[in-house]
């Protein structure tokens, strides 16, 4: 099981520390996402790192603000989020699945966690 935690309301221009702890399974041997949608939207894949850190992918709408990393030795994933804009508003989900292109952009995770809320206010 995962879960997501950190989220919470901030202003624009603020930053957030979301971590995703994991119970009855190691994360070593998976690829991990975040993951967020917002009210009216599409899901969208924001951050992934592979299994032992040393890959990861942010689309354009987060690079340079957004930072994954992994903690395989606590089975814990981090999402940073830097520089945060009303429209990065969203519940985000930590996912984890052994395909690299399923934690990336248009792909389909085999397992979710419960999303934490995220709200930027301008």
């Known amino acids: 099981q995962l879960q997501a935690s950190g989220g919470g309301s901030v202003q624009a221009g603020g930053s957030l520390r979301l971590s995703c702890a994991a119970s009855r399974r190691a994360l070593s041997g998976y690829n991990m996402g975040w993951f967020r949608q917002a009210p009216g939207k599409e899901r969208e894949s924001v951050a992934a790192?592979?299994?032992?850190?040393?890959?990861?992918y942010y689309p354009e709408s987060v690079k340079a603000r957004f930072i994954v990393s992994r903690d395989n030795a606590k089975n814990t994933v981090y999402l940073q989020m830097n520089n945060l804009k009303p429209e990065d508003t969203a519940v985000y989900y930590c996912t984890a699945d052994q395909s690299w292109a399923m934690v990336t952009y248009g792909g389909s995770p085999a397992y979710w966690g419960k999303g934490t809320l995220v709200t930027v206010s301008s």
């Open positions: 790192i592979n299994w032992d850190g040393g890959r990861t």
